[in-house]
């Protein structure tokens, strides 16, 4: 009996020391071998596990304490710690994301949004959608959704507030600043009625007018984000241009709030050398270390091309920017972009649900990291707010009323102007090489 109490005795204490940090006591006259530190995962893996069941048991009202809910609450925030950009992805979000990478339409107003100067801004209002009919800018800051202050949300939070049902209203306010980044500026309140939202990457392919262009043939094309589809839309976006006989090229980068990194991948590689680096993607782990590659073996014609780039171009946008400034001729023209410079990997945890995760750093080909720096064009062309406005009501594509239209008309986009004056100069050099007149 007496040995019984002694081997109980010596597995409670192991036990206790494994729990507490407890090393044991020294049961024999030989020195016992250093016990390794007990791994911290277990100690708070049973501190959750104990709050949970305290919750569940103690909380006053219990139709809110059920384990799904309960986990996937805690879930969110440890994925909201982290960065603006992880985030947990239950049922409804992961089946949006889906559908937005995919092209496919989704319910809500048409709004990107990011955390600039810890506050939630508007990345880029699709046109056609609630939020671009109603005038939105990029670089508005939504201070409060349906009466509830953003202010120290995460991205998770604000765009749990912005989803509903189609036909929901969404009262927003807004401050429109002064200046780019100001944070003064007019408040004003903006109904918005949630609808369907269906996703063309690829905007807009055309020559533009000879009062931009005068005689010369330079197509223009709009990317406003990188989707599943985006490689093949611009690809006959191209074809369509080419077959009209450019001699020069713009892609409109403006707004653009970024997506998938293979998208950026496919557009580049219509004009860097097969097997080109792009972009480099460089982790926690320098095993998983990934080198991005163009792949293919048709490249476009030797014309000209230069991109127009703002301070809502980001991620997946600076990656073709930083591509094509650091592996061609072509020109960047407008305004320091964004500075996302970091990669999310989305991973599937069965059931329809998933994570958001940031995963790993990009460097462009000269191996520069644009995180929180951005990408500086080659020609700075900044533009107020007011001509940002006059341009998006230029482009728009609906009825306006009897002030955008007088708005819309003194509307001046002198960035695709100096860009337009960019390719002639390129032009007129490479001919020059060439021995050409």
């Known amino acids: 009996m007496a040995r019984l109490r002694l081997v109980i005795l010596v597995g409670l204490?192991?036990?206790?020391?494994?729990?507490?940090?407890?090393?044991?006591?020294?049961?024999?006259?030989?020195?016992?071998?250093?016990?390794?530190?007990?791994?911290?995962?277990?100690?708070?893996?049973?501190?959750?596990?104990?709050?949970?069941?305290?919750?569940?048991?103690?909380?006053?009202?219990?139709?809110?304490?059920?384990?799904?809910?309960?986990t996937y609450a805690a879930l969110r925030g440890m994925l909201a710690s982290l960065d603006p950009h992880s985030q947990f992805l239950d049922e409804e979000d992961f089946a949006e994301l889906q559908r937005e990478t995919q092209g496919g339409p989704f319910s809500g107003l048409g709004i990107v949004v990011g955390v600039k100067d810890g506050t939630t801004v508007i990345v880029s209002p699709m046109e056609g959608s609630p939020a671009g009919r109603a005038g939105l800018l990029p670089g508005d800051r939504i201070l409060r959704i349906d009466g509830q202050s953003t202010e120290h949300l995460s991205l998770d939070a604000v765009g749990n507030l912005l989803k509903g049902k189609i036909g929901d209203v969404a009262n927003l306010t807004i401050l429109r600043p002064t200046s780019p980044g100001a944070m003064d500026g007019r408040v004003f309140e903006v109904p918005l009625t949630r609808e369907i939202i269906t996703l063309h990457s690829v905007k807009d392919p055309h020559l533009l007018p000879e009062t931009v262009a005068d005689r010369d043939k330079v197509g223009y094309v709009r990317i406003e984000e990188f989707g599943?589809?985006?490689?093949?839309?611009?690809?006959?976006?191209l074809d369509s241009l080419e077959a009209q006989g450019i001699d020069a090229l713009v892609i409109d980068l403006r707004n653009n709030p970024g997506g998938l990194v293979d998208a950026a991948v496919q557009v580049a590689g219509e004009f860097v050398p097969p097997n080109s680096v792009v972009v480099t993607l460089r982790g926690r782990d320098a095993k998983q270390d990934q080198v991005?590659?163009?792949?293919?073996?048709?490249q476009r014609g030797s014309y000209p091309v230069a991109l127009l780039i703002n301070g809502y171009t980001a991620s997946a946008a600076e990656i073709l920017s930083g591509a094509l400034q650091d592996l061609t001729p072509a020109v960047l023209v407008g305004e320091q972009t964004f500075g996302k410079g970091v990669v999310q990997t989305v991973q599937a945890l069965g059931g329809g649900i998933g994570v958001r995760i940031t995963t790993a750093k990009y460097y462009t080909p000269a191996n520069r990291s644009i995180q929180e720096i951005g990408i500086t064009p080659a020609i700075v062309v900044p533009?107020?707010?007011?001509?940002?406005?006059?341009?998006?009501?230029?482009?728009?594509?609906?009825?306006?009323?009897?002030?955008?239209?007088?708005?819309?008309?003194?509307?001046?986009?002198?960035?695709?102007?100096?860009?337009?004056?960019?390719?002639?100069?390129?032009?007129?050099?490479?001919k020059k090489a060439k021995g050409g007149k």
């Open 228 to 237: 599943s589809n985006t490689g093949q839309e611009f690809d006959d976006a």
């Open 383 to 430: 533009i107020t707010n007011a001509e940002e406005r006059r341009i998006i009501l230029a482009e728009a594509k609906r009825a306006l009323t009897p002030e955008e239209k007088a708005e819309a008309d003194k509307a001046d986009d002198r960035q695709l102007t100096r860009a337009v004056v960019a390719l002639r100069t390129v032009e007129a050099v490479r």
């Open 13 to 70: 204490a192991f036990l206790l020391g494994g729990l507490a940090g407890w090393r044991g006591a020294n049961l024999s006259a030989d020195p016992a071998p250093a016990v390794p530190p007990p791994d911290p995962s277990f100690q708070y893996m049973l501190l959750f596990a104990r709050v949970l069941q305290l919750v569940r048991q103690d909380y006053v009202d219990p139709d809110r304490v059920g384990y799904k809910e309960l």
């Open 292 to 298: 991005f590659r163009a792949k293919g073996d048709r």
